[in-house]
């Protein structure tokens, strides 16, 4: 079945940028997304990239896209305390009901 | 605010008990999806449900079951509860298949305490 993997935690200190990292395992993914969970509240969409795309900016995000390698990953450039979050890496199915899979989410803390 | 509505926000209960959790999808949504979160866990994904019906099944325990109504609100039922299903329960609703990413808008969830 489907799988998604990301790293578990994440420090940087305030101002350098961030790379959290996901690998995932359908080839047949047609959207993979970036979800922000703040402490106490729910998962918010950042940022998705379709699969036929290597590469998505948005203002201090950047999603990369290695469909050969089922690699995703995410840069933020810029890093504030405010960005200190659990950061999920999804994956959509191209199959049946379009399942969606959730990676087990990265812990960014940042550092002032 | 993404739209989407749970009740009730904390709820501490005994092993044994049964418990509603329930959810109201953002306007127009048809899908609804319960997740549960864990601290060894993660994220799982339990179930969806699209216009009323069950569309897929992931980790969810038989103890475990789920419903949405014609106005398209849903419940989690979890009974027989045990000191491992403490958790964070999230729904999350969407749009219509084929609209755009297909974007999951979650609700801020329910903290369950089984004691």
């Known amino acids: 079945g489907e799988d998604v993997e990301q790293s578990l935690f994440l420090s940087v200190r305030e101002g350098d940028s961030s790379v959290i990292n996901c690998t995932y395992t359908d080839s047949s993914s047609t959207y993979l997304y970036w979800y922000k969970q703040e402490p106490g509240a729910g998962l918010q969409l950042l940022t998705y990239i379709f699969s036929n795309m290597d590469m998505k900016q948005d203002q201090r995000l950047t999603v990369l896209l290695n469909k050969k390698d089922k690699h995703l990953s995410l840069r933020i450039a810029d890093t504030q305390t405010g960005d200190s979050a659990i950061y999920f890496c999804?994956?959509?199915?191209?199959?049946?009901?379009?399942?969606?899979?959730f990676g087990i989410g990265t812990k960014l803390q940042v550092i002032p | 605010d993404s739209g989407v509505t749970q009740t009730p926000k904390h709820l501490i209960t005994a092993t044994g008990q049964r418990v509603t959790l329930r959810c109201s999808p953002r306007?127009?949504?048809?899908?609804v999806y319960w997740y549960q979160q864990s601290l060894d866990q993660g994220l799982q994904f339990l179930i969806q449900?699209?216009?009323?019906?069950?569309?897929a099944k992931g980790n969810i325990l038989e103890r475990f079951s789920a419903q949405q109504f014609p106005d398209l609100h849903s419940e989690l039922n979890l009974s027989s509860l045990e000191l491992g299903d403490s958790a964070l329960y999230f729904c999350?609703?969407?749009?219509?298949?084929?609209?755009?990413?297909?974007?999951?808008?979650f609700g801020p969830g329910t903290r369950l305490t089984v004691l």
């Open positions: 449900y699209y216009n009323g019906e069950e569309r």
């Open positions: 999350a609703s969407s749009a219509r298949r084929g609209q755009g990413g297909n974007e999951q808008f």
């Open positions: 306007s127009g949504d048809l899908s």
């Open positions: 999804a994956e959509r199915s191209s199959g049946g009901y379009q399942k969606v899979t």
